[in-house]
């Protein structure tokens, strides 16, 4: 024995598809470990959630305290820190934490998700979930009824999410910083033309956030006069700028990713092209471009269940010893 901690998977991240994973693997008697600095991923900090089944209004960082109590009933044991390196040995996975630590584990199962694509301005993070998104399928019809909404980007994402959210706010208010929309679709920004409530606001960016603690978001300062308006008072803003998957940790292990969305690559079981690595939710192609809470939850069931046939049948190969967690990090 190295002395390292040992476990049968180890499930990085704490988001919707890592507590998944870390409940069904628990209930298939493995020996998992969570590790993770961000509790609750993008669903924690996404404000009030209507389309997960079984709730019909719930907080997102409630949710995930409820996926996180599940895991817990399970003596699942979480780490407050971040996989920083992960190589492979003799069979093992071999994995450095951001506390100092290390662990070993038959199987690794990445849940690390996206980092959103930001604008850098002030209370731009402290204000999400009150006025500040970055989905806008997510949360377009938390603005039924609103005055305004403010849209920021010129891709597919913020043009789709302009049409669906002139659906339910009155007026939407489109912000791109250059001229003319040339990588969308072109049936979508036809379908933006159409639409008499959605204003294009051109070769402009996002100067300031208005608002306070208190209320939120309030309005938008803009970088030059629309329509002889620097400030535009809106109820909500949705970031469309892109995420980046974090593949740092994937690239470092030879995984294989989406020539085109640089995400992961993952079959139907959610395994990679490296044996015993598995990975699920936001980071991966498995589920085209719907990222949601409840695709990514599947998507970690069904990780589990590839580590769990994975590990059994690897054990042999280890000598006859079965991973067991000799010691909690």
């Known amino acids: ?29 493995m020996k998992p470990v969570v590790v993770g600095e961000e509790f609750g991923g993008e669903t924690a900090i996404g404000g009030s959630i209507e389309n997960y089944p079984g709730y019909v209004d719930i907080d997102g960082f409630d949710l995930m305290v409820k996926f996180r109590e599940q895991a817990i009933k399970y003596e699942v044991p979480i780490v407050q820190a971040n996989l920083v390196h992960v190589k492979k040995d003799r069979g093992w996975f071999v994995s450095e934490l951001s506390d100092g630590t290390r662990a070993r584990s038959l199987a690794v199962i990445l849940a690390i998700g996206r980092e959103r694509r930001k604008l850098g301005l002030p209370n731009e993070v402290e204000w999400m979930g009150r006025g500040v998104s970055f989905c806008s399928t997510c949360d377009a019809p938390l603005f039924k009824g609103k005055k305004a909404v403010a849209v920021v980007g010129g891709g597919d994402a913020a043009v789709e999410g302009a049409i669906l959210l002139s659906k339910y706010a009155k007026d939407v208010y489109i912000v791109y910083r250059r001229e003319a929309f040339t990588r969308p679709e072109p049936i979508n920004v036809q379908l933006l033309n159409e639409r008499e409530n959605v204003h294009q606001v051109m070769n402009t960016e996002i100067a300031e956030l208005l608002g306070d603690d208190e209320k939120g978001l309030t309005g938008v300062r803009l970088s030059q006069p629309f329509e002889g308006r620097s400030e535009i008072d809106v109820d909500g803003i949705f970031i469309e700028i892109g995420a980046d998957p974090r593949v740092e940790i994937p690239k470092e292990l030879g995984v294989r990713l989406d020539p085109i969305t640089n995400e992961v690559n993952v079959d139907k079981m959610m395994r990679t092209n490296v044996a015993g690595l598995f990975a699920a939710g936001d980071l991966t192609n498995g589920s085209g471009p719907l990222k949601q809470t409840v695709t990514a939850a599947a998507q970690g069931a069904i990780a589990a269940l590839s580590a769990y046939m994975y590990v059994s049948e690897h054990r042999s190969a280890m000598k006859g010893e079965k991973a067991v967690a000799i010691t909690r990090i």
């Not at 040992?6 to 008697?29: M, N, P, S, T, W």
Request: proline share 3%; net charge negative.
């Open 1 to 29: 024995m190295t002395g390292e901690p040992e476990y049968d998977v180890l499930i990085a991240g704490q988001g919707a598809a890592a507590y998944a994973a870390a409940l069904y693997a628990a209930r298939y008697q």
